[in-house]
């Protein structure tokens, strides 16, 4: 059994985070996750406050475990979704894209457990100080929006910087990752990816077969430009926007280009227009599988290869 700071902290059985991913992570995911012993995660992405409310209830009727909502700062909706979480009771509320800082006193007064996304020292320093029960330190093996470090360098950074339970994000999609991570430090993980293929994932059927057919190059990052930096599946749309990028388009242009690009993905599995965001484990991602099954195997798996850590030493 791996038992740490998390597992305790949040009252679940296996120390493993399913990551909020706009457009995907719906209360139906989490649910499943949640009842598999880790914590499901609802995302906000660029959704109305409604949508997270229906979604959270969705999650409740579904599951009398801990689930948790993602709110992504850079959303129109953040601030009405951030009350939305107070007013439903949620256990956790994890942020990504952004620095919380103006939501986090209203959070802590309702009970909410607050465990930032960061990607950086500084930032993951500041969380502390401002009463976050956690950090969950993404690097940017990622997909979607991320930051410059890799996991490897990141979560060892931050676990030294601060006295909180430090959750390892980025790069994670097998016992052997999960393990390495709990060796820098880090005393749960989270992983995206892994859970596209889960069967209670509701993406398109091209999104999971490109991920299930994903090998060790099939990422790119873009967004750079912009200041918000995304990796995704090497797709038409992706290296459309590339170029993009490098040519004389201005922002404004470059900034519509890629509207509603996501949802083609996700709901359309429109292979041409989509982005199909994705970390670079998608190469380690080969079956598909119950959400509860993927839990328990990460933990199993990393514990076994905790186990078999001292191989090497004499
Ligand atoms: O947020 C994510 N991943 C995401 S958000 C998203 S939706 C989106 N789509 C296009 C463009 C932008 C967003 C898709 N994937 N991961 C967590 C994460 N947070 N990664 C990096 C950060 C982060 C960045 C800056 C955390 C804190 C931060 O602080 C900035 C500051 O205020 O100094």
Redesign the pocket.
């Known amino acids: 059994m791996l038992s740490t700071p998390v597992t305790e902290l949040l009252g679940i059985k296996y120390p493993v985070f399913q990551g909020g991913m706009?457009w995907i992570s719906d209360g139906r995911l989490a649910a499943a996750v949640s009842n598999g012993g880790g914590l499901g995660i609802i995302a906000s992405?660029n959704a109305p406050a409604e949508y997270v409310r229906n979604e959270i209830r969705k999650a409740k009727s579904m599951t009398d475990k801990p689930f948790g909502v993602n709110i992504?700062l850079?959303s129109p909706y953040a601030d009405e979704i951030a009350s939305v979480v107070a007013e439903e009771g949620v256990s956790v509320v994890t942020t990504?894209?952004?620095?919380p800082a103006k939501y986090m006193d209203a959070w802590k007064r309702a009970g909410i457990k607050v465990i930032p996304?960061?990607?950086s020292v500084a930032?993951a320093k500041l969380m502390e100080r401002l009463g976050a029960s956690a950090v969950i330190a993404?690097g940017g093996e990622?997909g979607?929006?991320?930051?410059e470090l890799t996991t490897i360098v990141l979560v060892p950074l931050i676990v030294s910087a601060v006295s909180i339970p430090v959750i390892a994000a980025g790069g994670i999609a097998t016992g052997e990752q999960a393990a390495a991570a709990f060796m820098l430090g880090a005393v749960g993980v989270q992983m995206g990816t892994r859970f596209l293929t889960a069967d209670e994932c509701s993406v398109s059927e091209t999104y999971k077969e490109k991920i299930l057919k994903a090998g060790d190059r099939c990422t790119m990052v873009t967004?750079k430009r912009l200041g918000?930096p995304?990796r995704s599946l090497k797709t038409p749309f992706s290296r459309a926007y590339q170029k993009a990028e490098y040519s004389t388009m201005s922002d404004d242009e470059l900034e519509t280009f890629a509207v509603g690009a996501l949802r083609k993905a996700v709901v359309d599995g429109d292979s041409e227009h989509g982005c199909f965001?994705s970390g670079q484990v998608a190469a380690f991602v080969n079956k598909r599988e119950k959400a509860a099954d993927i839990v328990k195997s990460i933990a199993e798996d990393a514990e076994t290869c905790l186990r078999g850590a001292m191989k090497w030493v004499r």
């Not at 990504?96 to 620095?99: E, K």
């Not at 979607?144 to 930051?147: A, E, K, P, R």
Request: charged share 5%.
């Open positions: 706009a992405g992504m850079l990504g894209a952004g620095n996304v960061v990607a930032i993404e990622s979607g929006h991320i930051g967004g918000h995304v965001l």
